[in-house]
């Protein structure tokens, strides 16, 4: 039996952050100006990979994240937005509180007009969830 050993410089490499590590860690929400400000319009975007922790038993939670706006001045940029989704992978949150977050984030981010963030979570022992929460901006 041989035990060979990566050499030093593998060994390093595997254990520093990786760059999709590095993106998803300092994953922010980005945004754009409105192409189209002044005409209401609806953005559906579907983030099938969720992931977060159950914060009671730790067991991985899996996630259908729907979020459905209607842009004001603001549009939020695609790939931030899934780095932002995949910043939950190793967080310990209840699917009620992590839809709430990620619509509060959202809503602080871009401010539409309007916005919906539906998570559709994989049963896991027998339990469907599925958590809706909206925002709507109120003329002042």
């Known amino acids: 039996m041989t035990t060979d050993k990566l050499p030093e ?13 590095r993106d998803i860690a300092e994953g ?16 559906n975007i579907t983030l099938p ?13 899996f996630a259908t994240i729907y979020v459905t706006y209607i842009p004001d001045e603001r549009v939020v940029e695609l790939k ?3 780095l932002y989704i995949n910043s939950y992978r190793d ?26 963030v539906k998570a559709d979570f994989t049963p896991r022992g027998n339990v469907h969830t599925v958590v809706e929460v909206r925002h709507h901006k109120y003329p002042s």
């Open 91 to 116: 967080r310990y949150i209840s699917h009620e509180e992590s839809a709430n977050q990620i619509l509060d984030d959202f809503v602080a981010a871009c401010d539409p007009l309007e916005a919906t």
């Open 28 to 43: 922010k929400l980005i945004t754009f100006p409105n192409p189209r400000v002044g005409r209401r319009y609806d953005i």
């Open 80 to 82: 931030a937005l899934k």
């Open 49 to 61: 990979e969720f992931t977060c922790k159950c914060p009671f038993s730790g067991y991985p939670d």
């Open 9 to 21: 410089s593998v060994s390093q490499t595997t254990q520093e952050m990786k760059y999709g590590e």
